[in-house]
Structure formats: C-alpha cells, structure tokens
C-alpha cells in the first residue's frame, strides 16, 4: 500500500532523511519512499500496514501527518518513468545563466557534453571571457544563432 505524507513546504528531504534513519534504527518494514520533485510539500511511503507509517513519522519535524486514504500504483506511476529530455541548444546559442554565482548573466555556448548534460558558456558581458561549465538545467535559452563558418 502507499501513503502520501503531508510536510513543509521545502522541507521534504529534511523529513525524508530523519524517516529514513527511524526507520533503520527502529527497523520498521518499510519498503519504499518516494519524493517526487515538482511536489511541494508532499512525498509517499509504501509500507504493508498504516500503523507503521503513523509510528515512523510520529515526532518527526516538518511532518505534518497521513493523508487519509490509499494511493493507488496508477496515481503515482507517472513519477516512476524518467521522461527523455530532448537536447535542443547548439553551439554558439545565447542562454541566461538561472541558477549559480552567475544568476542572471548572459552567455554564449561554446560547448555542449551531452552525456554529462552540462555546457561549457562564456560569459558575454564580462569583460575578460571566463569560461564556465554549467549544468543544463541551470541554463535558459535566449536566441537561437546559426553556428559560425571556421575558415
């Protein structure tokens, strides 16, 4: 059976990481946790009976209590399977940096490591080009440019 757990907003890891050491510490027959990233303030546990559940996050900070009622495998199957990102930026594209000491600044690809899903950028309005490597998820796309002729 899964259970969908109430928290804090932004504090689910906080929670996670205190239930998972009450449950090996107590060792509670819990089978699995989940902690979906675009959902605040809730994660589930897959656990045999309720009453485990209730005892494992009883006392624990920022856990805020048991939604009443079952999860369904359907419900959550969604979270399970890794959707495929399709790699759209080229060389030479102006991005913003999103995240980073860099927030905010503009840059110019002049690389892209697709098995590590990270980019090599320099930083457009610095006045000497640092080259900085980034993740691509830290990264929004500005303008679309053609890649250049090399002579």
């Known amino acids: 059976m899964i259970f ?6 932004g504090r689910e890891k906080q929670v996670i990481d205190r239930l998972s050491s009450r449950i090996k510490n107590e060792v509670l027959k819990v089978d699995a ?3 979906p990233s675009n959902i605040k303030g809730y994660f589930f546990i897959e656990s045999s009976d309720k009453e485990i559940v209730q005892k494992a996050i009883y006392g624990i900070p920022h856990a805020r209590g048991l939604i009443d009622g079952e999860v369904t495998i359907d419900q959550v199957k969604h979270f399970l ?9 080229k ?5 913003e940096l999103i995240s980073g000491p860099f927030k905010g600044e503009k840059a110019k690809i002049s690389r892209i490591i697709a098995v590590k899903e990270q980019v090599d950028v320099q930083l457009l309005e610095a006045a000497v080009p640092i080259p ?3 993740n691509m998820n ?7 440019k053609e890649e250049e002729e090399e002579e």
């Open 138 to 144: 830290s990264i929004r796309l500005i303008e679309r």
């Open 132 to 134: 900085v490597r980034v």
């Open 33 to 35: 946790i989940l902690h």
């Open 81 to 89: 399977s890794p959707v495929a990102q399709k790699i759209t930026l």
């Open 91 to 95: 060389k030479n594209d102006i991005v």
């Open 4 to 9: 969908a757990v109430r928290t804090t907003s």
